[in-house]
């Protein structure tokens, strides 16, 4: 699988550079001199700082920029200007490969951190839908089955906390925290302890519910 990646890689570089190279050959045919590839490599190298890496994103950028030179020498006027701006757009494409790795890193990180929690937890957003939730939590007898799409607020008896869930939306409103409160989940008996810790997620700010069990030795 290692190995593929880089030939899928190349694969679809020498497909956008043909494609590129088709497009300015079919418009010159039908309208004469029209240079589309300085934008087109821009608009190629934007979608592949999306997808791939910054190592991959700087193998692109010369082979675009040298695209663009020889593409349209002989029709424009500033061929070397023109290329520049691939180059630049270029530079900006690698930026932003290196800040999607980076954020890739640091999701990566908070979520070695979640799944190495001994207590179980849940991850929701601001209308109360679950994101995500904890193997721990699907494994006990008051989870039994995966929540993600659910609603937080149908997982706990609030029957009693009316106010929690107006709670709850302030503090996405507003940027308020919410004070841990006792919690009971509709299938069990047992209390737990949540606290709210607010997380940068790619979907939005979320907000991580750690449960800790009530006098878990009690009968």
């Known amino acids: 699988m290692a190995r593929l990646y880089?030939?899928?890689?190349?694969?679809i570089l020498l497909v956008l550079l043909?494609?590129?190279?088709?497009?300015?050959?079919?418009?010159?045919r039908l309208f004469g001199d029209q240079t589309l590839t300085p934008l087109l490599s821009l608009v190629v190298l934007a979608g592949l700082a999306y997808?791939?890496?910054?190592?991959?994103?700087?193998?692109?950028?010369?082979?675009?920029?040298?695209l663009s030179y020889f593409m349209i020498r002989d029709s424009s006027q500033?061929?070397?200007?023109?290329?520049?701006?691939v180059l630049v757009g270029g530079i900006v494409a690698l930026w932003a490969a290196k800040q999607r790795s980076r954020l890739s890193s640091q999701i990566e990180e908070v979520e070695a951190v979640l799944q190495s929690l001994p207590v179980p937890w849940i991850l929701s957003d601001a209308s109360g839908v679950i994101t995500r939730h904890s193997g721990?939590?699907?494994?006990?007898?008051?989870g039994g089955r995966d929540l993600v799409g659910t609603s937080f607020f149908s997982y706990f008896n609030l029957t009693a906390k009316k106010d929690f869930i107006r709670s709850y939306m302030d503090s996405f409103?507003?940027?308020?925290?919410?004070p841990a409160i006792n919690l009971n989940p509709v299938h069990s008996l047992k209390t737990y302890l949540v606290a709210f810790v607010f997380l940068s997620q790619k979907g939005g700010r979320?907000?991580?519910?750690?449960?800790?069990?009530?006098?878990p030795g009690t009968p």
């Open 6 to 11: 880089p030939f899928r890689f190349f694969l």
């Open 136 to 142: 721990k939590l699907v494994e006990s007898p008051e």
């Open 18 to 28: 043909a494609l590129v190279v088709g497009v300015e050959l079919s418009i010159s």
């Open 51 to 66: 997808f791939f890496s910054f190592r991959q994103v700087l193998l692109a950028v010369p082979l675009f920029t040298c």
């Open 173 to 178: 409103d507003r940027d308020l925290s919410l």
């Open 206 to 215: 979320q907000v991580l519910s750690v449960l800790q069990e009530e006098n």
């Open 78 to 85: 500033y061929p070397l200007v023109r290329s520049s701006t």
